[in-house]
């Protein structure tokens, strides 16, 4: 059974950087997959931040894209995500999920939430 | 960026009724759609890729039609469980972009 879980501080303060990592168990990152971060502001839609594949190739979102940094550990089957300069706007929750062919999104981690305050 | 819009944003059905979302694209997308599902509190759940198939372990009460810039999902017997709020996806072209989505409430 493919699992992911995210982890990482919940708290940030303004202009620091959000640093989160995806595990990913019972499934070899190195596999041909994609892994994407997606977020969710609180009561508002999904937006997509980027997707990375285990060689550390990356995609990003143009809106994010000077503040976005993904990388990967294949050695731990985990990835990461880093947004700099963040403020009460990136304040959501922050999912990791496995990409498909199809460009959909099958399995998720369950969420962390990540509220950017003083 | 393709602009996904989804109607209607909400709405109050009874269990056992049939349902239909709809999801407009702002450009042509071909097929390349897919439906989410989402409870409050959890992530999103894969129902619908590539405009009309069936993720593996979904009830076959879901269904998803369309080509093009319109598409929509039906529910053709709501159930209890199905009560939560629907997304629809496009990843014809980067970047991926989500509709608003509809809430699915108990009438």
């Known amino acids: 059974q493919v699992q992911l879980q995210e982890s990482g501080p919940g708290l940030v303060k303004p202009s620091d950087t959000l640093s989160l990592t995806c595990a990913v168990s019972?499934?070899?990152?190195?596999?041909?997959?994609?892994w994407g971060w997606i977020r969710q502001p609180p009561g508002k839609e999904l937006e997509w931040i980027g997707y990375?594949?285990?060689?550390?190739?990356?995609y990003y979102n143009p809106s994010l894209k000077s503040r976005v940094t993904m990388s990967v550990d294949t050695s731990k089957n985990q990835f990461s995500l880093k947004l700099s300069s963040v403020t009460a706007m990136d304040t959501a929750v922050y999912y990791c999920?496995?990409?498909?062919?199809?460009?959909?999104?099958?399995?998720w981690g369950q969420g962390t939430l990540v509220t950017v305050s003083s | 960026d393709i602009q996904m819009t989804q109607s209607p944003s909400s709405l109050s059905a009874s269990v056992g009724d049939r349902v239909t979302i709809t999801c407009r694209a702002s450009q042509s997308i071909s097929n390349y759609l897919n439906w989410y599902q989402q409870k409050p509190g959890k992530a999103p759940k894969l129902l619908i890729y590539?405009?009309?198939s069936l993720q593996s372990g979904v009830p076959s009460g879901f269904s998803g039609s369309g080509s093009g810039t319109d598409f929509t999902l039906t529910i053709s017997s709501l159930q209890p469980e199905d009560f939560a709020t629907y997304y629809c996806q496009q990843s014809h072209s980067s970047p991926p972009t989500f509709g608003q989505g509809t809430k699915v409430e108990i009438k």
């Open positions: 999920a496995r990409k498909r062919d199809s460009g959909s999104y099958d399995y």
């Open positions: 019972g499934y070899s990152i190195s596999s041909n997959n994609w």
């Open positions: 990375i594949y285990y060689s550390g190739s990356t």
């Open positions: 590539a405009a009309s």
